[in-house]
């Protein structure tokens, strides 16, 4: 059980460098949904607050918001950019309900990045723009795997009926096969599983500057076998290794993109960076070299 903090917020819109959106906000500070590989982990603010001991609940946003919208003019907010906007405590604080019907009231098209079966109840919201757009992971085929790295978030059954709600709604909807770790996150799997009337669909690599790699090395160890830990381990060792998997990666999913009507993409995080900010979302791997 995490320990729920109330935070009073001093701001709620904040520029990203990130291309899905010019704001983003996030609605909690920390995340219940508790994934080893989270890439939230590593930002400073959260870990000042302790990001897997401390929830905080940013209580004021939704007026906050209404007092930066009259002077900031976003064109589109990404939602959920280091938080899980629909985790257990929003059905409690309704945060995300909220700021999802200021943005409405201001028609200002939203990207939201959920992982989470709770966005069921806000189709409707969600649906009264049509710009807004979801993305939604699903990034392993089994329950088991979910349960080792993604400990407090949506079943596989779960999130798999909650993207047929989102496509019989009409939003705009990317699957997003992120981070796809390799030997984990199997693709022919997850490819037999979603529904075949989606539009399009990313794969992101890991990257293990960012996502906790001890940890996840750790886990692999314990729960598969030590030469699988090893395999992986291998490609992250030196840039040679990563970029020669990249490749091979490239490779299958270009058979994948022949076999299923998806529009693929792939993205792929820098060997060396942080963050790249140049990551282009919306680059069709068709389109990619
Ligand atoms: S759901 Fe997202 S923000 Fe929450 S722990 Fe998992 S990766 Fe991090």
Redesign the pocket.
Known sequence: MVKIKIINTQRVLSPTQITLGDYVINPYR??????T?????ENKNIKRDG??QTLGIKSNAPDILEKELKYKKPKRVLL?????CF?HQELKYKLSEKILQILNKHRIPYTI????HFIENYLPLIAENKENKIYF?FNFHSDDIIKLF?K??SSVGKRLATIKEIIKSQIALRIHIG?FIPYISELDKIFELIPQNIKELDIELYHQKQGNFKALILAIKRNFDKTLAERIRKIYKNKQNYDQYVKSLRCKIRQFSKKYPYVFYYIVPDFDEFYNPRIDYARPLRNAG
Do not use: D, H, I, V
């Open positions: 920390g995340c219940e949904f508790n994934c590989y989270c890439y939230s982990q990001f897997k959920g950019s280091t938080t899980e985790q990045l959920t992982k989470s992971t993604e407090n978030s981070p």
